[in-house]
């Protein structure tokens, strides 16, 4: 098996030729520390800045609003401790939601164990936040609200506006995990009066290892990370200059071909859904339908069990990855899946397939090809398969 | 690959899939909530056991240890039976990750199940065979890997 069928940019993404030149020259021979005062440091500081103006400009921001991290992990983790350090005197409970990534709820866990109060909010069958239960969570003393902007897991788009709206009117901040969304949906962070954005650079075909957090300005915010001055004194670190360049690069690519790729990749994903959906009996797409990142497939095959799925596609070169408990390492399948109400054997029997630039439609042919087969192949060793058609007397 | 070529290979080409019309003992252990549910049929004839099948929902690992486990009991003797713990299996998949462990505690579960199934349908006391928990999530203290 010589090819690779990657429908997993969702997990990362190849990282684009064009960013590939541009960051290049950035390790070997300007490898310079921009806080040098040496003529060929400088250069490397003007990069820096000029990255940032590219990134402001992608989800129209200021450049002074911009801070790179390590990643998205780096951005959500320094946005809501640096917020609830920063604003904790004022109030003690932050609002988020019940699907976020790890790096949210994992974040408000240990926030938890500091005293602070977290409401995680419910998500319908779509897995879409409702404005309804948001107004209903809100305290005198919320700070913050975190929702992510569009779910890794099922690609449901969150209503960002209208959260946006009602934490401006209510004066609460309000930060969003735009990870999944950055570079892939358009984002406007003062249309939709967000206060801060967690970025991440190999999501959208920059290096692993960069992001940025956009701040608001006149925003308080407590450093996460102390020592010297980069970042205008709020995160220290010398500049991973040519992961920042590549993020610039990327993000401004993503953005300018935003339309075309994004028609693009729907109708690739429409294609798989609408194929697996006719030829494959008990299955069910998982996120909301029309709410959707353009190359998010998450569909549930009853009666067989995820990691199955995925190493048989596998041994046909095909990667992909599962909500499953045997892909996440625990005993419970993903919490996404039981957020939106279903039930654990159809969690564990979930298949997400991301789609990316790189993708062809070709090659999500041969997925719809290799797939069905792989599901009757294990619910013909399934004995939940067994007893279903016992029962319904397809026997 | 997290897997040894031996649990892929008794993935991908698994032995003894299927029921058996006329077991002697069949035994189903597992739930579908924790993802795992293996179901051994067994033929015995004369004290040995002649013939194994089994159906299994789960991951990898959960459909080679089942495929393992019912090349291991074949042609054995009860008493011999009884010897084929999870370890056993394990060590003919030349070992599994940590995590997966439980997935060969279920499959010398399903065997034991299968067995007492046998037992009860007979009327005899198998020695050293103790009444199998179907539930696996309500085993708190799973072996773990040394």
């Known amino acids: 098996m010589d090819k690779v069928y990657y429908f997993d940019n969702a997990a990362t993404t190849r990282v684009s030729p064009e960013v590939m030149e541009e960051i290049s020259d950035y390790f070997t021979k300007s490898y310079y520390n921009p806080s040098s005062?040496?003529?060929?440091?400088?250069?490397?500081?003007?990069?820096?800045?000029?990255?940032?103006?590219?990134?402001?400009?992608?989800?129209?921001?200021?450049?002074?609003?911009?801070?790179?991290?390590?990643?998205?992990?780096?951005?959500?983790?320094?946005?809501?401790?640096?917020?609830?350090?920063?604003?904790?005197?004022?109030?003690?409970?932050?609002?988020?939601?019940s699907i976020e990534h790890h790096a949210v709820l994992h974040t408000c866990e240990y926030l938890e164990s500091k005293g602070f109060e977290v409401t995680y909010l419910p998500v319908d069958e779509d897995g879409l936040v409702r404005t309804e239960d948001l107004l209903a969570a809100i305290r005198p003393d919320t700070i913050l609200i975190s929702i992510m902007f569009a779910n890794n897991e099922i690609g449901t788009i969150e209503p960002i506006e209208e959260i946006g709206a009602i934490a401006k009117e209510r004066g609460i901040l309000f930060h969003t995990d735009a990870v999944q969304a950055a570079g892939h949906v358009p984002i406007d962070v003062n249309k939709m009066n967000i206060d801060l954005m967690s970025i991440s650079g190999h999501k959208l075909y920059a290096p692993k290892g960069v992001g940025a957090l956009y701040i608001r300005k006149g925003i308080k915010i407590k450093n996460l990370l102390h020592g010297g001055q980069q970042e205008r004194g709020r995160r220290a670190t010398t500049e991973n200059v040519p992961g920042i360049v590549g993020l610039g690069r990327a993000i401004e690519d993503a953005v300018s071909h935003m339309e075309e790729e994004t028609a693009r990749q729907a109708r690739i994903r429409d294609k798989i859904i609408d194929s697996v959906l006719k030829s494959v009996s008990h299955c069910r797409l998982n996120g909301s339908r029309t709410k959707r990142l353009p190359g998010?497939?998450?569909?549930?095959?009853?009666?067989?069990?995820?990691?199955?799925?995925?190493?048989?596609?596998?041994?046909?070169?095909?990667?992909?990855?599962s909500g499953s408990a045997c892909t996440s390492g625990s005993l419970d399948p993903s919490h996404v899946l039981l957020a939106i109400g279903l039930p654990h054997e159809k969690a564990h029997g979930s298949l997400r397939l991301t789609i990316g630039r790189f993708n062809t439609e070709e090659e999500a042919d041969y997925v719809i090809e290799k797939l069905p087969p792989i599901i009757d192949r294990l619910r013909q060793m399934s004995p939940l398969y067994e007893q279903y058609l016992k029962e319904n007397g397809e026997k | 690959m997290m897997y040894s070529e031996k649990v892929m290979d008794h993935f991908m080409n698994p032995r003894n899939v299927g029921e058996i019309e006329d077991a002697s003992g069949v035994g189903t252990v597992g739930n579908a909530k924790c993802g795992d549910i293996m179901k051994i049929f067994l033929k015995i004839e004369d004290g040995v056991v002649l013939d194994a099948k089994f159906k299994t929902f789960g991951c990898g690992a959960a459909v080679a240890t089942s495929s393992m486990a019912t090349e291991l009991i074949k042609g054995k003797t009860i008493k011999e039976a009884l010897e084929i713990t999870n370890k056993a299996v394990m060590e003919a998949l030349d070992g599994l990750p940590p995590i997966k462990v439980h997935c060969s505690c279920l499959a010398?579960?399903?065997?034991?199940?299968?067995?007492?199934?046998?037992?009860?349908?007979?009327?005899?006391?198998?020695?050293?065979?103790?009444?199998?928990?179907?539930?696996?999530?309500?085993?708190?203290?799973?072996?773990?890997?040394?």
């Open chain 1, 37 to 97: 005062i040496y003529t060929p440091a400088q250069k490397c500081k003007e990069l820096v800045e000029k990255a940032r103006k590219r990134v402001a400009d992608a989800v129209g921001a200021d450049p002074k609003e911009i801070y790179f991290t390590s990643g998205g992990t780096e951005a959500d983790n320094w946005a809501i401790k640096g917020i609830a350090d920063a604003y904790g005197h004022k109030g003690r409970h932050i609002i988020t939601s």
């Open chain 1, 296 to 321: 998010n497939v998450n569909i549930s095959f009853e009666f067989v069990e995820g990691e199955s799925i995925l190493l048989l596609l596998d041994m046909n070169g095909i990667c992909a990855s």
């Open chain 2, 108 to 146: 010398e579960e399903a065997l034991h199940a299968a067995l007492w199934d046998y037992a009860e349908k007979n009327g005899i006391v198998i020695e050293g065979l103790e009444k199998p928990v179907n539930d696996i999530s309500e085993h708190e203290d799973l072996p773990q890997e040394e």
